[in-house]
C-alpha cells in the first residue's frame, strides 16, 4: 500500500530526532468538571513504537487520545508530539475516533468519507487530485470495502463502519497514529484482516498508541501496555 507524502509537513532542523511523544506532568479534564480525569502523567514514547492504553470504561482512554490530536485543552503541563506543541502537527498525527464519536446518519458516500481522511491536507477547497483517488482506492481495496463505495455510510454495518475509519486514518499518511478501539464489532473474520493492516503501520515504523478493551493483537504487537486506573498512568510489567 503507497503512503502519500505531502509537502506540508510540520518538520524543523531537529524535529525528526525528537520523541514522537513526551507527557510532562499532563492534567486532563473537560470544561465545566471541577475535578481532572487524569493528571499527573509523564511518559516519554519514542518513534516507531506501539502501545496499548488499557483500563476500564471511563478511565480516561478517549480523553487521552484526545489530548495527543489536540482536541482538549490541557488543564496542565505540556504535550510535546513529534517534537512540537500538541495542536501544530496535524499533518502527522492521524486519529481514529470510536465509532460512537462519529454521526452515521451524515449523508455521505463511503468513497467520500475515505476522502475526507485527506482534509487536513487539502482544506476544505482543494479537491483530490488522481494520485490521491488512486491511493483511496487502493486502500478500500484493502479493507475490502470496494463494493461499498458508493453506499451511504448509515447503510453500512458497524463493522464495516469501523474498518471505514481505519480506512480514512491510513489515508491521512501520517506519523503517529492515535487509534481508539479500532476492533470495535469487527467480526472474526475481519479481525485478521484489520490485524494484518495494523502490523504493516508497524513495520512502516509508524507510532501507534491504541487504546483497547481486549489484546488482541498478538503478542508482541505491543512494545509496551499502560493501564489507566484512578485518573493516572502507570507501565505494566515495568519496575
Ligand atoms: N465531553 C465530555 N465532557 C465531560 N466529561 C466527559 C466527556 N467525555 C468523557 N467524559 C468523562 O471523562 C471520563 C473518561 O472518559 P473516556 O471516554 O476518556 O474513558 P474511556 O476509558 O475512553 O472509556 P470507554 O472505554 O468507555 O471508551 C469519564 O468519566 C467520562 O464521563
New binding site residues.
Partial sequence: MKTLRYHATCGGHHAHESPALVFQNVALG?PG?DSS?LSGLNLTLDRGRSIALL??????????LKSIAGLLRLRQGKISVLGHAVGQCHHQVAYLP?HRDIDWDFPISVQRFVLTGLYIHLGWFRRPGRVQRKAAAEILDRLTLTSLAERRINELSGGQQQRLLLARTLLHGADLLLLD?PFNAVDAENRALVRGVLRGLKAEGKTLVT?T?ELDFGEDFFDARFR?TDGSLTEEGAP
Fill in positions: 473537560y468538571a480525569v483500563g476500564d470504561n471511563g478511565s480516561g482512554k478517549s480523553t487521552l470510536q478501539e487504546a478493551h489507566l
